[in-house]
């Protein structure tokens, strides 16, 4: 019998790669952490000789590359954002999942918005390269997102639609900006917009999280798919959507099963959450 055929964007499969590339990523941050230890002298004795201009040039094609990547992603999750912001609310663009993960575009997407985060890694580079300084600001920045990201893949759920579009809005800005500023000095007028931009980004953040936290009806559900193993045959499955509800007198949270087939299961001991796969 011929295999399903998915429709939109395989987020189990874009899943498991993820994961299954976990220690990878964490050998990557090492690799990071190392060259940021020892790459200010590595570069200054390797780059010696090598023309500014050349170095200048690359750091403006490595910045129009992100710049038009950001771009990109940007547009491809926007139609899937607005279609959540405009029929289903705030309230829903925060809580409700729906095809954001399988969505062909804003699946696709968020799988590459998670990949982005291992080659910004070269912003470093560039700056090592180039002998600037680099801050503790971006050097911890660019190791907690990348861990953030990569960890949290799929399992943020439907929290991630504000976080990741806003993110690549300002870093399609934001890199544009850095294209600008090798192009033209006078460009860095920019900067304040720049600042304001990112302030504003932390601000919707934490009114996103008001709105989870201290909802006004004092409780709200929100939709996740659950991996879940079946302790009889060792296997891991996604089963039905689960409804988590949040009160203001609960600590943990309501889990109430979409089907009484699968609430029969857990009652039988045949099925447990896999946190882990969250």
Request: charged fraction near 15%.
């Amino acid at each position: 019998m011929p295999s399903k055929e998915v429709v939109g964007f395989d987020d189990q499969a874009a899943a498991q790669w993820v994961h299954s590339h976990r220690a990878h990523m964490i050998l990557l941050e090492i690799a990071y952490v190392v060259t940021v230890i020892n790459g200010a002298e590595f570069f200054k004795r390797r780059l010696a000789h090598v023309d500014t201009v050349i170095l200048n040039k690359g750091n403006l094609i490595w910045n129009g590359f992100n710049a038009f990547a950001s771009g990109v992603l940007f547009l491809c999750l926007l139609p899937e954002f607005l279609y959540s912001l405009l029929f289903t609310g705030f309230y829903g663009s925060i809580c409700e999942t729906r095809n954001l993960y399988t969505g062909r575009l804003s699946g696709w997407a968020i799988f590459m918005f998670t990949l982005s985060k291992a080659w910004e890694l070269g912003d470093t580079v560039w700056l090592l390269a180039r002998q600037r300084p680099v801050s503790s600001l971006h050097f911890y920045h660019h190791v907690a997102v990348l861990f953030e990201v990569w960890i949290s893949y799929r399992s943020a759920g439907s929290i991630a639609r504000w976080g990741i579009i806003m993110n690549l809005g300002l870093h399609t800005v934001m890199y544009s900006y850095f294209v600008a500023q090798t192009l033209d000095r006078n460009a860095r007028r920019m900067a304040s917009f720049i600042t304001m931009a990112q302030i504003v980004q932390f601000a919707i953040s934490i009114l996103m999280l008001f709105r989870v936290c201290y909802s006004v009806e004092r409780s709200m559900q929100l939709s996740v798919n659950a991996q879940v193993l079946d302790v009889e045959t060792g296997d891991c499955e996604t089963t039905n959507t689960f409804q988590f509800t949040f009160t203001a007198d609960k600590e943990v949270p309501i889990v109430t099963p979409r089907t009484y087939a699968d609430g029969m299961l857990y009652l039988e001991a045949k099925r447990h959450f896999d946190v882990s796969k969250w």
